[in-house]
C-alpha cells in the first residue's frame, strides 16, 4: 500500500501483537475491546491479509503482524526519546531575560550575585534588546514603559524617581547648597529626561537647553558624572548602587515622579513557567528592597 495506515491503527496492532490480547490492548490504550478489534480487521481489510489468529484465550499474530508490531514498537520508542528530549529542554533548558542595556547593566547586572541558589540554578541567559515572549524565545522580561502588555502578565518593579547627582569630587569644585545653584553649573543632558522637568516642579527657572555633553544613553550619562563631568538628573533605577558606594552623591533635595516605570512582564504558560516565577518573585523582592540614599 502506498500510504500509511493511521497511527491509531498501528498503536492497536503493536500492543494487541504483545499482550497476544485485544482486551489487554484496549486496556493498556484505554478504548474498549471493540475499538481495539475494529482497528485490527480495517488494518487487515488495508493489507489484504489476516494479522491475528486465535488460538485458545489467545490472538496470536502472524509472523508478518508480528514483524510489523516490532517495528512499530521502534517508531513509538523513538517518538517517546524525542518528546522527552523535547520536554525535557523545555523544562531545564536556560531561562532568557530580555531588558535595555543600561537597565542590565546598573540595575540588574549588580544584584546577580546575590541570586538564592534555588534561582540561580536556572541557567539565567540575559538578552539586552526588546521582545515579544511570543516567538523569539524569551521567557521573561523587565520593560519600561506604563503597560499594559498584550497578551503578557506583568507586574510593576517600582516606580520612577528623577533627581540630580553628581560626584563627590564634582561637588568640592562647584559648591552646590541650594537647588537654583544648579542653574550656575554644568549639566550633563539626556535627549529624552531634560532638566526643566525637574526645574519647573520646584517651580525655578530652567537654565537654556544649547551647550554641554548631551547623551543619548541614561548609562553613558551615569558614567559621565561619576566622572566628575558635570550634574546628571538621574533616573532611581540606575544609581542605586552608585549612591550606595558613594561614587555619586544627591547635591540637593528634590526630585521628580515620572510617568513610567519599570515593570516584569512574562507569559503565564509553558514548561519553564514554575522558573519563571521563581525569578519574578525573586525579581519583585530586589526591587522592594531598592535603597535610595539622600
Known amino acids: 500500500m502506498s500510504r500509511l495506515p493511521p497511527f491509531i491503527a498501528l498503536r492497536a496492532l503493536e500492543a494487541a501483537a504483545r499482550h497476544r490480547s485485544y482486551s489487554r490492548a484496549a486496556d493498556e490504550l484505554a478504548v474498549t475491546h471493540g475499538a481495539v478489534s475494529q482497528q485490527i480487521r480495517r488494518l487487515e481489510e488495508d493489507f489484504g491479509a489476516r494479522l491475528f489468529i486465535r488460538r485458545g484465550n489467545l490472538m496470536e499474530p502472524t509472523p508478518a503482524a508480528a514483524a510489523l508490531a516490532t517495528r512499530v514498537a521502534e517508531a513509538i520508542a523513538i517518538l517517546h526519546d524525542g518528546v522527552t ?3 525535557s529542554d523545555a523544562c531545564c533548558g536556560p531561562l532568557v531575560l530580555s531588558t535595555v542595556p543600561a537597565f542590565a547593566a546598573r540595575w540588574l ?4 550575585g546575590r541570586l538564592p541558589t534555588s534561582v540561580g540554578d536556572l541557567q ?3 538578552e539586552e534588546r526588546m521582545a ?5 524565545g524569551v521567557d521573561i522580561g523587565l520593560r519600561h514603559g506604563v503597560g499594559p502588555w498584550p497578551g503578557l502578565c506583568s507586574a510593576p518593579l517600582f516606580p520612577e524617581t528623577l533627581f540630580p547627582v553628581c560626584s563627590p569630587a564634582f561637588l568640592e569644585r562647584h559648591p552646590i547648597r541650594e537647588p537654583a545653584d544648579l542653574r550656575h553649573v554644568p ?3 539626556h535627549t ?3 532638566w526643566s522637568l ?3 516642579v520646584l517651580g525655578i527657572e530652567a537654565p537654556g537647553e544649547a551647550g554641554g555633553l548631551v ?3 541614561s548609562a553613558m550619562l551615569v558614567e559621565a558624572a561619576i566622572q566628575g563631568l558635570g550634574v546628571a538628573l538621574a533616573r532611581n533605577g540606575l544609581v542605586e548602587q552608585d549612591l550606595l558606594s558613594g561614587r555619586l552623591i544627591r547635591p540637593v533635595s528634590g526630585e521628580v515622579g515620572a510617568e513610567v516605570g519599570y515593570h516584569v512582564v512574562w507569559r503565564d504558560e509553558g514548561a519553564k513557567l514554575p522558573r519563571v516565577l521563581a525569578l519574578r518573585d525573586w525579581l519583585l523582592a530586589e526591587a522592594a528592597a531598592l535603597k535610595l540614599p539622600g
Not at 547586572?109 to 546577580?112: D, E, G, H, K, Y
Open 85 to 87: 528530549t523535547l520536554t
Open 192 to 194: 529624552v529626561w531634560r
Open 124 to 126: 539565567l541567559r540575559v
Open 215 to 217: 547623551f543619548d544613553d
Open 109 to 112: 547586572a549588580p544584584r546577580l
Open 132 to 136: 515579544d515572549l511570543t516567538t523569539d
Open 198 to 200: 525637574w526645574f519647573s
Open 187 to 189: 549639566l550633563l543632558r
